[in-house]
C-alpha cells in the first residue's frame, strides 16, 4: 500500500515557503479551487473568510484538490453547472511544475470524479468524506480522535459552523451507494493524508502543538500502524531536502510510533534501522540532539529486532576502534531503561556486555583506544550537571573491562590515570567510583591498594587542607572534591566485594571517617559520606553473616553521623541528608556491638531536634521558592519522618524490652511538651506510630511490665486538650494503642486483631523497607477490622478513655501519671496548665486513697501553683489537694510546714485547700499543734543536709507560723474555735519555746538580713497569741492586754509568767466562756514532761482560782492535790507558782476579812512623800483587790477610789501612772455589783482619764487608756469593741471627736462636771493635757454652745481663744484647721453671750 504524497514544495520558486503550514495550505487550496471553477460570488465570502486578508490566490496544488471540493461541497448556492468545472479541475494538470501524482492521488481524483458525475446527476447528493468544522489551532479537548463513532460524529458535524475542516469516518446512507472496497479505500486515503498533513505541520509546530501532533500520530499507529510507518517512510523517501531540524521531529515522532507498535514487519525493521544507522554518526547544527534522535529509533527498534541490534551493538565495539558517541548512547540508554527490554532480552543484554567487556580487555593496552576512552570519560558535557546514558555506560563498561582484565599491573595503571583526572563535577566522581568499584569486584586487593596510594598522594593532601588565600583557582577546582570521590569509591568497593566484605568493613569505615572529619566540610563532602555509607550499610545487609560479626567503627561513625545532623541547617529541608542519615543509624542499630546508652541517648536527641526542630512546612517551602529546581517539601519531609519513625522501631526491635521503650519515650517526652505546636505534633505523630508499631508487631515480652507507662499516659492525656486538633485527635488515638498494649502486657495475652499481609509490615532485615510506616492504619482502626473488645477504646472521648485506661495502671505508674501532671502545672502554655490540673484532679479523685509518697507530690504542686495564672487550673490543683487530704493529712502537713517559713501566698493557699473540707481542718489543726509540740533546741549550723533534730524544729516554727496565718482562713475559722484551748496552752508554751530560743542560739553571719527578711520566731509565737485573742472572739481578753501593754511581758522570759498571769486574769475578769475548757486541758498539760507545759498551765491555774467556774470541773480538793504535786515539781519555779495558789483565798476565805483589815493603813500611805513607796502602796493595793477576787474591798471600795483619783492629775509621773492602774483594778472588782456612791466616783474621773490620754509620759497614757477602758466597760457603753479600737490604735482628731461622742452620750446628765473638769485643765502646765481639753471643750462648744456660754467664765473664754490661737500653729493640718473654725465659733458665742 502506498503512502503520503511526493512534495510538500511550492511549485513556483519565487512563491512564499508554507509557514503556518496547516491553515495557509488549506487556504491557498480553498481559494485557488474556488477561483479556478468560477464559484459564484455569493459562496466567495464564506471561502475567503478563512483567508488572511494580505494573501492572494497566486498557485494551487492539484493533490490539494480533493481537500478544497470537500471546503465548497456542501454550499448552497453552488450552482450544479458548475460540476464539470469541478470534474475537470480534479482530473487535469494545471501546473507544470506540479510531479505526476502517486497511485493514492490517482485513486483520489478518480473517487472525487466519480461523485462529481454523481452529484451533476443528484444535486443533492452528500459528499464522500464528511466533515466537522473547528477552530483554526486543533487543541487535544477540542479535536476529537479519527477513531471516534461515525454516528456520533456525523451528529455533530451537522451543528459546526468553523472554517477548519477535519474529515472524519461516516455512516451516511450515500456510503451505502458507493463499493464497498472504495469505502474501504477512501477510509485509509483519508487516514493517510492527515498524517501526510501533520508530518508536514511538525517542523513549524510550537512545543505544545508538537506534543499534541505526536500523539495523533501515536493514536494513529496503534489502529493503522502499516499506514503511519509506510507514511513515515515515504515522507523521508520523497523529501530529501527537508531540514534537520525537521527530520529531527520525524525521529521523535517515528520513535513514539515504533514504541507504540506491538508487532513490525521485518522490512519495516530493516528500512527503520537503515535509517538510524546512517543519521546516528551524522554531523548536523543540532549537534548531538540529533543523534540521539537517531539512536532513540534505534533504541525503539530493540523491542523488535533484538538479535540484529544487538549484533550491530557487538560489532561497533569489537572493531578495535574506538566507537562512536552515538553507539554509546544506544548501550547507554539500554542499560539505564529497564523497560525498554524484557526479562529474556535483559539477561540476554548482560551477557552480551559481559561478553563485550571480556573482548575488550586487549584494546586496555592500545594506546589510542585507552586514550579515546579516557578522554570521552573526561570530556565536559554542556551543563556538567546533567546524566548522560552515554558517559554512564562507558564508567560502568570500563569497569567491567578491568574487572576482566587478568594482569593486576593493568588494572592499577589504568585505575591511577582515571583517578587523576578532573573530580570537579558530581557525574565524574560518581561514575569514577561506579569504574573503581566494578574493578574491586575481582581486583579487591589493587583497588585498595591504589585507593590507599591515591589518597596519600599530594593533591589529596592538600585538598584535605582549606583554599589558599588567593582563591580556588582551575586547578583548585579539579582536585577540591577528591576526598569525595575516594568516599564514593570506598562505597561501590563495598558494594561490589559481596559475600567478602565483612573482613574490609573496618577498615572502609575508618578511612571514611578520616576523610569526613579531615576534608574542607562542605554539601558535596555530606552527600558522598552518606551515598558511600548507604551503599556500605546494604553491602553489610546482603551478607548473612553480618550480625554475628562485631565491628570496631561503629560508634566512631555514628559520632560522625551526630556531627552530620548537628550541622544540618535548623530552618531549611532541602536535601536527602537527614533520611539518609537516619537510614544509616537503622542500619547501624542492628549491628555489633550496641550502642552504649550514653551514646544511642545523644543520637537520639540529635536525631529528633533535628527533625522536630524544622519550622512549619510552609516555612520550608517558601525557604525553597528561589531555587531552580525547589525540592518536594512535603514528599522530603514525610521521607524524613519515615526514616525517624524506622530508626525508632529499629531500636525497639533489636532490644525489645520495656526498659528500652521507656529510654524511647524518655527522649519523645521533651517534645511532646514543646511550647511550638508544630513540634508537639510531629512528637506525638512519631510516638503514636511507635505503639502502633508495638501493638501490631508484639515483639515486646507479655510477660514483662511496661515501665513508667504512667508518664506516656499523662503525657498523652494533656495533648488530647490541645488546641491543636491534628494533636487531639493523634493523642487520642495514641491512648488506644497504649491502652491496648497495656492490657496485653497485664494479661499476657495478644489481641485477635486482622492479620497483617507481609508488604504492610515488612521485615527489618530488608533494605530500605520500612518496619511500620506512619501511612499504614494513619487513621483509627475501623471497629469491624478489630475483633478484641478493647477497640472500643478508640470510639470514646479523651476523658473517659483515660479513666478506662487509668483503671488498669499499678499504683507505681498512677504516680507517675501523677507527677506528669504536676510538671504540666509548671508549663507557659496556659492549655497545657489547664489540660494538666484537670488531670491531676481526675487522677486523684480515682486513685487518690491508694497513693503513695504524697508529700513530695505536695511539694510538687507548691513548687509550680505559683506560676500558674489560670484561675480553674489553680483551683482544680487546690481541688486535689483537697481530694489527698482525706486520706494523707499528716503526710502533706508535715509536706506543707517544709515551705511554711516564711508562708507565702501559694503555699496559704495550699492550707486552706487542705482544710477546704471540715473534719480534714479539724485534723490539721492537731497536726499542727503535733508539730507545734516538737520543740527540740537547734543545733549548730552545718553546710550538709539537716539532721531529723533540725528538721523537727524548723518544722515546729513553721507549724506555729502557718497557725499565725490559717487562723484568718475561712475554712479553719471553725476549727479554730473549737480548738481554741489546745491553741492557747500550746501558743503560751510555744512563747515559752521561743523565748529560750533567743538564750541559746548564737548570732549567725547574715542574721540581721535574715531577721529583715522574715519575722524572728518570738514574734510570730505572740503574734500567733494574739490572733488567736482576737479571731475567736475573745477580743476583750485581746483588749485587756493590748491596753495595759501586757504583751511586752511575753518578749522576755524573766517577765513571761507575769504576762501568762494577766491573760489568765483578763479572762476570769471577763467571764471567759472557754475557761471550762481550757481547764480540761490545763489538767493534761500539768502531767506534761515538758516543763515549759506545766509552766504555762500553773500559771494560768493559779489565776482561773479567781474564777467562779473552776469548782465545776475541778473541785477544791482536786485543785489542792495538783497544786500540791506542783510543790514537788523539778522545776523551782513551778514550785513557787504552786505554793502561790495554795495561798489562795479560793483554800483560806478567813484570808477576805485580813486583806481587807490591811486596806486602810494602805490608803494612809499614799500621802507619804517617797515616790517608791507610794507606788509600791498602790500596787499593793492593787494586788490586795486581786487577790480578794470576786468578793472585792466590800465597802472601802469608794474610799479607794477617792483617794486613787486625787492622785490623777500629781506631777510625779509613777504616782499618776500607779493611781490610774489601782483604780481600773478597783472598777474591776465592782463588775456586777452595785456602785452606789462609787459611780459618781467613775463619772467624775472620765474626763481626767480622757485628757490624759495624751499625757507626756507614755505609762500615764497606757494606764489611762486602761482605766478608762474599764470605767467604759462598767458603765455600759456601746460599741465596746470600737472603743477599744479607737483607744488602742486611732490617732488624731476623729479619734478625740468619738471618745468625746461616747462621754457626752453615756453621761450627758454629768455634763456641767465634765465641762468644769475640762475648763480647769485649761491652767495645766503640760501644753499636751491643755490642748486636748481645748480641743473637748471645743467640741462641746459646737454641740452644746448655749450651756458652754451660760457656763464658761470671761477668763477661760480668753483662756480659750489664746489656746486656739496656739492651736493655729500646730504642726497638725487638722488641728490647725479644727483651731480655726473653733475661734470664729467661740466669738459668735462671746458676742451672743455679750448681747
Given at each position: 500500500m502506498?503512502?503520503?504524497?511526493?512534495?510538500?514544495?511550492?511549485?513556483n520558486?519565487?512563491?512564499?515557503a508554507?509557514?503556518s503550514?496547516s491553515?495557509?495550505?488549506?487556504?491557498e487550496?480553498?481559494?485557488?479551487?474556488?477561483?479556478a471553477v468560477?464559484a459564484?460570488?455569493?459562496a466567495l465570502p464564506?471561502v475567503?473568510?478563512?483567508?488572511?486578508?494580505?494573501?492572494?490566490?497566486?498557485?494551487?496544488?492539484?493533490?490539494?484538490?480533493s481537500?478544497?471540493?470537500?471546503?465548497?461541497?456542501?454550499?448552497p448556492?453552488?450552482?450544479?453547472?458548475l460540476?464539470p468545472g469541478?470534474?475537470?479541475?480534479?482530473?487535469?494538470?494545471?501546473?507544470p511544475?506540479?510531479?505526476?501524482p502517486?497511485?493514492?492521488q490517482?485513486?483520489?481524483?478518480?473517487?472525487?470524479?466519480f461523485?462529481?458525475?454523481?452529484?451533476?446527476?443528484?444535486?443533492?447528493?452528500?459528499p464522500?468524506?464528511?466533515?466537522?468544522?473547528s477552530?483554526h489551532?486543533p487543541?487535544?479537548?477540542?479535536e476529537?480522535?479519527?477513531?471516534k463513532?461515525?454516528?456520533?460524529?456525523a451528529?455533530?458535524?451537522?451543528?459546526?459552523q468553523?472554517?477548519?475542516i477535519?474529515?472524519?469516518k461516516s455512516?451516511?446512507?450515500?456510503?451505502?451507494?458507493?463499493p464497498?472496497e472504495h469505502k474501504?479505500?477512501?477510509e485509509e486515503?483519508y487516514?493517510?493524508a492527515?498524517c501526510?498533513?501533520?508530518?508536514?505541520d511538525?517542523?513549524?509546530s510550537d512545543p505544545?502543538h508538537?506534543?499534541?501532533?505526536?500523539?495523533?500520530i501515536?493514536?494513529?499507529?496503534q489502529v493503522?500502524?502499516?499506514?503511519?510507518?509506510?507514511?513515515?517512510h515515504?515522507?523521508?523517501a520523497?523529501?530529501?531536502?527537508?531540514s534537520?531540524?525537521?527530520?529531527?521531529?520525524?525521529f521523535q515522532v517515528l520513535?513514539?510510533?515504533?514504541g507504540?507498535?506491538?508487532?513490525?514487519e521485518?522490512?519495516?525493521?530493516?528500512r527503520?534501522?537503515q535509517?538510524?544507522?546512517?543519521?546516528?554518526?551524522?554531523?548536523t547544527?543540532?549537534?548531538?540532539m540529533y543523534?540521539n534522535?537517531?539512536?532513540?529509533?534505534?533504541?525503539?527498534?530493540?523491542r523488535?529486532?533484538?538479535p540484529e541490534?544487538?549484533?550491530?551493538?557487538?560489532?561497533?565495539?569489537?572493531t578495535?576502534?574506538?566507537?562512536?558517541?552515538?553507539?554509546l548512547?544506544v548501550?547507554g540508554?539500554?542499560s539505564?531503561?529497564?523497560?525498554?527490554l524484557?526479562?529474556?532480552?535483559?539477561?540476554?543484554?548482560?551477557?552480551?556486555?559481559a561478553?563485550?567487556?571480556?573482548?575488550s580487555?586487549?584494546f586496555?593496552?592500545?594506546?589510542?583506544w585507552s586514550?579515546?576512552?579516557l578522554s570521552?570519560?573526561?570530556?565536559?558535557?554542556?551543563?556538567?550537571?546533567?546524566?548522560?546514558p552515554?558517559?554512564?555506560?562507558l564508567?560502568t563498561?570500563?569497569?567491567?573491562v578491568?574487572?576482566?582484565?587478568?594482569?593486576?599491573?593493568?588494572?592499577?595503571?589504568h585505575?591511577?590515570s582515571l583517578?587523576?583526572?578532573?573530580h570537579?563535577?558530581?557525574?565524574?566522581?560518581e561514575?569514577?567510583a561506579?569504574?573503581?568499584?566494578?574493578?574491586a569486584?575481582?581486583?579487591l586487593?589493587?583497588?585498595?591498594?591504589?585507593?590507599?596510594?591515591?589518597?596519600?598522594?599530594?593533591?589529596?593532601?592538600?585538598?584535605?587542607?582549606?583554599?589558599?588565600?588567593?582563591?580556588p583557582?582551575?586547578?583548585?577546582?579539579?582536585?577540591?572534591?577528591a576526598?569525595?570521590?575516594i568516599l564514593l569509591?570506598?562505597g561501590q568497593v563495598?558494594?561490589?566485594?559481596?559475600?567478602?566484605?565483612?573482613?574490609?568493613?573496618?577498615?572502609i569505615?575508618?578511612?571514611m571517617?578520616?576523610?569526613?572529619?579531615?576534608s574542607?566540610w562542605?554539601?558535596?563532602?555530606?552527600?558522598?559520606?552518606?551515598t558511600?555509607?548507604?551503599?556500605?550499610?546494604?553491602?553489610?545487609?546482603?551478607?548473612?553473616g553480618a550480625?554475628?560479626?562485631?565491628?570496631?567503627q561503629i560508634?566512631?561513625?555514628?559520632?560522625?553521623?551526630?556531627?552530620?545532623?548537628e550541622?544540618?541547617?535548623?530552618d531549611?529541608?532541602c536535601?536527602?541528608?537527614?533520611?539518609?542519615?537516619?537510614?544509616?543509624?537503622?542500619?547501624l542499630?542492628?549491628?555489633?556491638?550496641?550502642?552504649?546508652?550514653?551514646r544511642?541517648?545523644?543520637?537520639?536527641?540529635?536525631?529528633?531536634?533535628?527533625?522536630?526542630?524544622?519550622?512549619?512546612?510552609?516555612?520550608?517551602e517558601?525557604?525553597?521558592?528561589?531555587f531552580?529546581?525547589p525540592?518536594n517539601?512535603?514528599?522530603?519531609y514525610r521521607?524524613?519522618t519515615?526514616?525517624?519513625?524506622?530508626?525508632?522501631q529499629?531500636f525497639i526491635t533489636?532490644?525489645p524490652?520495656?526498659?528500652?521503650?521507656?529510654f524511647?519515650?524518655?527522649?519523645?517526652?521533651?517534645w511532646l511538651?514543646s511550647e511550638?505546636?508544630?513540634?508537639r505534633?510531629?512528637a506525638v505523630?512519631t510516638?503514636?506510630?511507635?505503639?502502633?508499631f508495638l501493638?501490631?508487631k508484639?515483639?515486646l515480652?507479655?510477660?514483662?511490665g511496661?515501665?513508667?507507662i504512667?508518664?506516656?499516659?499523662?503525657?498523652?492525656?494533656?495533648?488530647?486538650?490541645?488546641?491543636?486538633?491534628?494533636i487531639?485527635?493523634?493523642?487520642l488515638?495514641?491512648?488506644?494503642?497504649l491502652?491496648q498494649?497495656?492490657i496485653r502486657?497485664?494479661?499476657?495475652?495478644?489481641f485477635?486483631?486482622?492479620?497483617?499481609?507481609?508488604?504492610?509490615?515488612?521485615?527489618?532485615?530488608a533494605?530500605g523497607?520500612?518496619?511500620?510506616?506512619?501511612?499504614?492504619?494513619?487513621?483509627s482502626?475501623?471497629?469491624q477490622e478489630l475483633?478484641s473488645?478493647?477497640d472500643s477504646i478508640f470510639?470514646?472521648e479523651?476523658?473517659q478513655?483515660?479513666?478506662?485506661i487509668?483503671?488498669?495502671?499499678?499504683?507505681?505508674?498512677?504516680?507517675?501519671?501523677?507527677?506528669?501532671?504536676i510538671?504540666?502545672?509548671?508549663?507557659?502554655?496556659?492549655?497545657r496548665v489547664?489540660?494538666?490540673?484537670?488531670?491531676?484532679l481526675a487522677?486523684?479523685?480515682?486513685?487518690?486513697?491508694k497513693?503513695e509518697?504524697?508529700a513530695?507530690?505536695?511539694?510538687g504542686?507548691?513548687?509550680?501553683?505559683?506560676?500558674v495564672?489560670?484561675?480553674q487550673?489553680?483551683?482544680n490543683?487546690l481541688?486535689?489537694i483537697?481530694?489527698?487530704a482525706?486520706?494523707h493529712?499528716?503526710?502533706?502537713?508535715?509536706?506543707?510546714?517544709?515551705?511554711?517559713?516564711?508562708?507565702?501566698?501559694?503555699?496559704f493557699?495550699?492550707?486552706?485547700?487542705l482544710?477546704?473540707?471540715?473534719?480534714?481542718s479539724?485534723?490539721?489543726?492537731?497536726?499542727?499543734l503535733a508539730?507545734l509540740q516538737e520543740?527540740?533546741?537547734?543545733?549548730?549550723?552545718s553546710n550538709?543536709?539537716?539532721?531529723?533534730?533540725?528538721?523537727?524544729?524548723?518544722?515546729s516554727?513553721a507549724?506555729?507560723?502557718?497557725l499565725?496565718?490559717?487562723q484568718?482562713a475561712?475554712?479553719?475559722k471553725?476549727?479554730?474555735?473549737?480548738?481554741?484551748?489546745?491553741?492557747?496552752?500550746?501558743?503560751?508554751?510555744?512563747?515559752h519555746?521561743?523565748?529560750e530560743l533567743?538564750?541559746?542560739t548564737?548570732p549567725?553571719?547574715?542574721q540581721q538580713a535574715q531577721?529583715?527578711?522574715?519575722p524572728s520566731?518570738?514574734?510570730?509565737?505572740?503574734e500567733?497569741?494574739?490572733?488567736l485573742?482576737?479571731t475567736?472572739?475573745?477580743w476583750?481578753?485581746?483588749?485587756?492586754?493590748?491596753l495595759?501593754?501586757?504583751?511586752e511581758?511575753?518578749t522576755?522570759?524573766?517577765?513571761?509568767?507575769?504576762?501568762v498571769?494577766?491573760?489568765?486574769?483578763?479572762?476570769?475578769?471577763?467571764?471567759?466562756?472557754?475557761i471550762?475548757a481550757?481547764l480540761?486541758?490545763?489538767?493534761?498539760r500539768?502531767?506534761?514532761?515538758?516543763?515549759?507545759?506545766?509552766?504555762?498551765?500553773v500559771?494560768?491555774?493559779?489565776?482561773?482560782?479567781?474564777?467562779?467556774?473552776?469548782?465545776e470541773?475541778?473541785?477544791?480538793?482536786?485543785a489542792?492535790?495538783?497544786?500540791?504535786?506542783g510543790?514537788?515539781?523539778?522545776?523551782?519555779?513551778?514550785?513557787v507558782?504552786?505554793?502561790?495558789g495554795?495561798?489562795?483565798?479560793?483554800?483560806?476565805?478567813?484570808?477576805e476579812?485580813?486583806l481587807?483589815?490591811?486596806?486602810?493603813?494602805?490608803l494612809?500611805g499614799?500621802?507619804?512623800?517617797s515616790e517608791p513607796?507610794v507606788v509600791?502602796?498602790?500596787?499593793?493595793?492593787?494586788d490586795?483587790?486581786?487577790?480578794?477576787?470576786?468578793?472585792?474591798?466590800g465597802?472601802?471600795?469608794?474610799?479607794?477610789a477617792?483617794?486613787?483619783?486625787?492622785f490623777?492629775?500629781?506631777e510625779?509621773?509613777?504616782?499618776r501612772?500607779?493611781?490610774?492602774?489601782?483604780f481600773?483594778d478597783?472598777v474591776a472588782?465592782?463588775e456586777?455589783?452595785?456602785l452606789?456612791g462609787?459611780r459618781?466616783?467613775?463619772y467624775?474621773?472620765?474626763?481626767?482619764?480622757?485628757l490624759?490620754?495624751?499625757d507626756?509620759?507614755?505609762?500615764?497614757a497606757m494606764?489611762?487608756k486602761?482605766a478608762?477602758?474599764?470605767?467604759a466597760?462598767?458603765?455600759?457603753?456601746?460599741?465596746?469593741?470600737?472603743?477599744?479600737?479607737?483607744?488602742?490604735?486611732?490617732?488624731?482628731?476623729?479619734?478625740?471627736?468619738f471618745l468625746?461622742?461616747c462621754l457626752?452620750r453615756?453621761?450627758?446628765?454629768?455634763?456641767?462636771?465634765?465641762?468644769?473638769q475640762a475648763l480647769?485643765?485649761?491652767?495645766?502646765?503640760?501644753?499636751?493635757?491643755?490642748?486636748?481639753a481645748?480641743?473637748?471643750?471645743?467640741?462641746t462648744i459646737?454641740y452644746?454652745?448655749?450651756?458652754?456660754?451660760?457656763?464658761?467664765?470671761e477668763?477661760?473664754?480668753?483662756?480659750?481663744?489664746c489656746?486656739?490661737e496656739?492651736l493655729?500653729?500646730d504642726?497638725?493640718p487638722?488641728?490647725?484647721?479644727?483651731?480655726?473654725r473653733?475661734?470664729?465659733f467661740?466669738?459668735e458665742?462671746?458676742?451672743?453671750r455679750?448681747q
Open positions: 502506498a503512502g503520503g504524497t511526493s512534495s510538500a514544495m511550492p511549485r520558486p519565487r512563491a512564499v508554507p509557514c503550514l491553515l495557509r495550505w488549506e487556504r487550496a480553498v481559494l485557488a479551487l474556488a477561483v468560477g459564484p460570488r455569493s464564506g475567503m473568510s478563512v483567508l488572511p486578508r494580505d494573501l492572494t490566490p497566486d498557485t494551487w496544488a492539484v493533490r490539494d484538490v481537500h478544497a471540493v470537500l471546503k465548497i461541497w456542501g454550499h448556492d453552488l450552482d450544479p453547472r460540476l469541478l470534474s475537470q479541475a480534479v482530473s487535469g494538470r494545471l501546473d511544475w506540479e510531479p505526476p502517486s497511485l493514492i490517482t485513486q483520489r481524483l478518480s473517487i472525487l470524479r461523485h462529481l458525475e454523481h452529484k451533476r446527476a443528484q444535486p443533492s447528493l452528500q464522500p468524506f464528511p466533515f466537522r468544522i477552530s489551532v487543541r487535544p479537548s477540542k476529537s480522535s479519527c477513531r463513532s461515525p454516528k456520533d460524529s451528529g455533530r458535524d451537522r451543528q459546526s468553523h472554517t477548519t477535519l474529515l472524519c455512516r451516511s446512507s450515500q456510503a451505502a451507494l458507493m464497498k474501504m479505500f477512501m486515503a487516514n493517510a492527515i501526510f498533513k501533520m508530518l508536514r511538525i517542523d513549524s505544545l508538537l506534543k499534541y501532533i505526536i500523539k495523533k501515536k493514536d494513529m499507529a493503522s500502524p502499516y499506514l503511519v510507518m509506510e507514511t513515515i515515504d515522507y523521508f520523497d523529501n530529501p531536502e527537508i534537520n531540524r525537521h527530520k529531527f521531529r520525524l520513535k513514539n510510533v515504533i507504540a507498535s506491538d508487532v513490525m521485518d522490512i519495516w525493521k530493516r527503520f534501522m535509517l538510524a544507522l546512517e543519521n546516528m554518526t551524522k554531523s547544527e543540532l549537534e548531538d543523534q534522535a537517531a539512536s532513540d529509533v534505534l533504541v525503539a527498534l530493540c523488535h529486532s533484538w541490534v544487538a549484533q550491530h551493538l557487538e560489532t561497533e565495539f569489537l578495535g576502534v574506538f566507537p562512536h558517541r552515538s553507539v548512547y548501550m540508554t539500554l539505564s531503561h529497564e523497560e525498554l524484557n526479562r529474556e532480552d535483559r539477561a540476554r543484554w548482560e551477557n552480551l556486555l561478553q563485550v567487556a571480556a573482548k580487555v586487549p586496555l593496552n592500545t594506546d589510542m586514550r579515546e576512552l570521552a570519560l573526561t570530556t565536559p558535557s554542556r551543563t556538567q550537571q546533567e546524566e548522560l552515554e558517559k554512564t555506560f564508567f563498561f570500563y569497569g567491567m578491568l574487572q576482566a582484565e587478568e594482569e593486576s599491573t593493568t588494572v592499577r595503571a585505575l591511577q583517578l587523576e583526572t578532573s570537579q563535577w558530581s557525574k565524574q566522581r561514575g569514577i561506579l569504574t573503581v568499584g566494578l574493578a569486584s575481582r581486583h586487593n589493587d583497588v585498595w591498594a591504589i585507593l590507599d596510594q591515591f589518597g596519600r598522594s599530594g593533591p589529596i593532601k592538600w585538598s584535605l587542607h582549606s583554599f589558599s588565600l588567593k582563591g583557582t582551575s586547578e583548585d577546582l579539579r582536585w577540591k572534591w576526598s569525595s570521590t569509591a570506598y563495598a558494594a561490589s566485594a559481596k559475600a567478602h566484605i565483612l573482613p574490609w568493613v573496618d577498615n569505615l575508618s578511612r571517617i578520616f576523610y569526613f572529619r579531615y574542607s562542605d554539601e558535596t563532602l555530606k552527600q558522598s559520606f552518606l558511600a555509607n548507604l551503599m556500605l550499610m546494604g553491602a553489610i545487609s546482603r551478607n548473612e550480625h554475628s560479626y562485631e565491628f570496631s560508634s566512631e561513625l555514628l559520632e560522625c553521623l551526630m556531627v552530620l545532623m550541622k544540618e541547617p535548623r531549611a529541608l536535601t536527602q541528608s537527614r533520611p539518609q542519615a537516619l537510614h544509616i543509624i537503622s542500619s542499630c542492628k549491628l555489633r556491638p550496641p550502642m552504649d546508652t550514653n544511642k541517648s545523644r543520637l537520639l536527641s540529635t536525631c529528633l531536634r533535628s527533625v522536630f526542630a524544622l519550622p512549619l512546612l510552609d516555612a520550608l517558601k525557604h525553597t521558592c528561589l531552580l529546581e525540592p517539601i512535603q514528599t522530603l521521607q524524613t519515615e526514616a525517624l519513625d524506622r530508626m525508632l529499629s533489636q532490644s524490652t520495656a526498659e528500652e521503650l521507656y524511647l519515650l524518655s527522649h519523645l517526652y521533651v511538651a511550638k505546636a508544630h513540634e505534633q510531629r505523630h510516638c503514636v506510630t511507635l505503639l502502633k501493638n501490631h508484639r515483639c515480652d507479655p510477660k514483662e511496661l515501665k513508667r504512667g508518664q506516656l499516659v499523662g503525657m498523652l492525656g494533656i495533648l488530647c486538650q490541645d488546641p491543636d486538633r491534628a487531639q485527635r493523634s493523642s488515638e495514641g491512648v488506644g494503642h491502652y498494649l497495656l502486657q497485664k494479661a499476657g495475652e495478644t485477635q486483631v486482622e492479620s497483617l499481609t507481609s508488604k504492610e509490615f515488612s521485615q527489618p532485615g533494605e523497607a520500612p518496619l511500620w510506616s506512619s501511612e499504614q492504619k494513619a487513621t482502626p475501623d471497629p475483633a473488645p478493647t470510639h470514646l479523651s476523658s478513655a483515660l479513666k478506662e487509668m483503671r488498669h495502671l499499678l499504683m507505681a505508674e498512677v504516680t507517675d501519671l501523677i507527677w506528669t501532671a510538671s504540666g502545672l509548671g508549663s507557659s502554655s496556659p492549655f489547664q489540660a494538666a490540673a484537670e488531670l491531676l487522677v486523684i479523685h480515682q486513685h487518690g486513697a497513693l509518697t504524697v513530695n507530690m505536695g511539694r504542686i507548691h513548687l509550680r501553683l505559683c506560676s495564672r489560670i484561675p487550673a489553680k483551683d490543683a481541688s486535689a483537697t481530694l489527698l482525706r486520706n493529712t499528716p503526710e502533706l502537713v508535715a509536706a506543707f510546714l517544709d515551705f511554711s517559713m516564711p508562708l507565702d501566698s501559694c503555699a493557699r495550699l492550707w486552706r485547700a482544710g477546704a473540707e471540715q473534719p480534714v479539724r485534723l490539721v489543726l492537731a497536726m499542727l508539730w520543740r527540740p533546741l537547734p543545733t549548730r549550723a550538709s543536709n539537716p539532721s531529723p533534730k533540725e528538721k523537727n524544729y524548723l518544722r516554727l507549724a506555729m507560723n502557718t499565725l496565718e490559717l484568718f475561712r475554712e479553719f471553725k476549727a479554730v474555735r473549737e480548738a481554741y484551748p489546745q491553741l492557747l496552752l500550746a501558743l503560751l508554751t510555744q512563747v519555746y521561743t523565748l533567743n538564750l541559746v548564737e549567725q553571719r547574715g531577721e529583715a527578711a522574715m520566731p518570738q514574734s510570730t509565737s505572740l500567733a497569741l494574739k490572733s485573742l482576737s475567736t472572739g475573745h476583750h481578753d485581746f483588749a485587756h492586754l493590748e495595759q501593754g501586757a504583751w511581758h511575753f522576755s522570759i524573766s517577765t513571761y509568767a507575769q504576762g498571769g494577766l491573760l489568765a486574769r483578763a479572762m476570769v475578769q471577763n467571764h471567759c466562756r472557754q471550762k481550757v480540761s486541758w490545763l489538767l493534761r500539768m502531767q506534761s514532761h515538758e516543763e515549759r507545759e506545766r509552766k504555762a498551765a500559771l494560768v491555774l493559779t489565776e482561773f482560782l479567781y474564777s467562779p467556774v473552776l469548782l470541773v475541778l473541785p477544791k480538793q482536786s489542792l492535790t495538783l497544786l500540791a504535786q510543790l514537788r515539781d523539778e522545776s523551782p519555779d513551778i514550785r507558782w504552786s505554793l502561790q495554795l495561798g489562795n483565798i479560793l483554800f483560806h476565805p478567813e484570808k476579812r485580813l481587807r483589815g490591811q486596806l486602810p493603813p494602805f494612809n499614799f500621802f507619804q512623800n513607796v509600791d502602796i498602790m500596787g499593793t493595793v492593787s490586795v483587790l486581786h487577790r480578794l477576787g470576786t468578793r472585792g474591798a465597802a472601802q471600795s469608794l474610799s479607794v477617792i483617794n486613787a483619783r486625787s490623777f492629775d500629781d510625779r509621773d509613777r504616782i501612772a500607779a493611781a490610774m492602774a489601782l481600773g478597783l472588782t465592782m456586777g455589783k452595785e452606789s462609787l459618781t466616783q467613775v467624775q474621773s472620765m474626763v481626767p482619764l480622757l490624759h490620754l495624751k507626756k509620759c507614755p505609762k500615764v494606764q489611762a486602761f478608762f477602758y474599764r470605767c466597760l462598767l458603765l455600759g457603753w456601746r460599741p465596746r469593741h470600737t472603743l477599744f479600737c479607737t483607744l488602742a490604735w486611732e490617732q488624731g482628731l476623729s479619734a478625740r471627736h468625746w461622742t457626752m453615756a453621761s450627758f446628765e454629768e455634763f456641767s462636771i465634765h465641762l468644769a480647769s485643765y485649761l491652767h495645766s502646765h503640760h501644753q499636751h493635757m491643755k490642748t486636748w481645748a480641743l473637748f471643750i471645743g467640741y459646737c452644746h454652745p448655749q450651756a458652754v456660754s451660760r457656763m464658761v467664765s477668763v477661760d473664754t480668753n483662756l480659750l481663744f489656746t486656739f496656739d493655729k500653729k504642726p497638725e487638722g488641728v490647725r484647721e479644727f483651731a480655726t473653733q475661734l470664729s467661740l466669738r458665742v462671746s458676742e451672743g455679750q
